[in-house]
């Protein structure tokens, strides 16, 4: 079992930036690979930015050069950094991690709303 932690969230305006957080806890030396998700009302949950345990990362087109995914091992936390915001960045964030072993298993954090205002 692994359990996250989303910070971070807030109301932006365009051009600024926000560092969401995410702590994780429980069965971290199994994890994968970790990643953020987002789903904005109305539209289906879409990947934002995912790392490997190897370091390995990788970005959907819509953020690239905007946003940073890294991680803190000796904290056990996950972040993006979020700059140049873009109001149809609006969403709720979602930390997610995957263990691979045996089966696939999915773990999610409770979410993290960011707003962007025009």
């Known amino acids: 079992q692994v359990q996250l932690v989303e910070s971070g969230g807030g109301l932006v305006q365009a051009g600024g930036s926000l560092r969401l957080s995410c702590a994780a806890s429980?069965?971290?030396?199994?994890?994968?690979?970790m990643g953020w998700f987002r789903q904005a009302p109305g539209k289906q949950r879409e990947l934002v930015a995912s790392i490997t345990s190897g370091g390995s990362t990788n970005y959907a087109d819509s953020v690239k050069g905007r946003f940073t995914i890294s991680r803190d091992n000796a904290k056990n936390t996950l972040y993006l950094q979020m700059n140049s915001l873009k109001p149809e960045d609006t969403a709720v964030y979602y930390c997610?991690?995957?263990?691979?072993?045996?089966?696939?298993?999915?773990?999610w954090g409770q979410g993290t709303q960011v707003t962007v205002s025009s």
């Open positions: 429980g069965n971290i030396f199994s994890i994968n690979s």
């Open positions: 997610n991690a995957i263990i691979v072993a045996g089966a696939l298993f999915d773990y």
